[in-house]
């Protein structure tokens, strides 16, 4: 069982920056991909990036490519997700989510889910 905690969302104006975290409990959280996901108002979950458990596999969706960086601290059993150039389009609840076994854009292999943290960004 993998209970996740995020926080680190608000309000920014458009160009400004966010770091979300993401606290696991749990012994084995490296052993777990961990990826970030969000949904916007009236929208499906949209993947945004996900790492790998502990080599360093990294994979961002294309609309977040060279604006969020996602990283880990595996003795503090936390992800990270510092998100820098924001747009209006970035506004929505962030989730973070963990995954045993699989390294994945799609919300179906991902077992365990935060409650969300709101991010809003004015334009």
């Known amino acids: 069982q993998v209970q996740l905690v995020e926080s680190g969302g608000g309000l920014v104006q458009a160009g400004g920056s966010l770091r979300l975290s993401c606290a696991a409990s749990?012994?084995?959280?490296?052993?777990?991909?961990m990826g970030w996901f969000r949904q916007a108002p009236g929208k499906e979950h949209e993947f945004v990036a996900v790492?790998?458990?502990?080599?360093?596999?990294?994979y961002y969706a294309d609309s977040v490519k060279g604006r969020f960086t996602i990283s880990r601290d595996n003795a503090k059993n936390t992800v990270y997700l510092q998100m820098n150039s924001l747009k209006f389009e970035d506004t929505a609840v962030y989730y973070c989510?963990?995954?045993?076994?699989?390294?994945?854009?799609?919300?179906?292999?991902?077992?365990?889910w935060g409650q969300g943290t709101q991010v809003t960004v004015s334009s």
């Open positions: 989510a963990a995954a045993s076994a699989v390294i994945s854009a799609s919300r179906y292999d991902y077992r365990y």
């Open positions: 749990g012994r084995t959280f490296s052993s777990y991909a």
């Open positions: 790492i790998s458990g502990s080599d360093g596999y990294i």
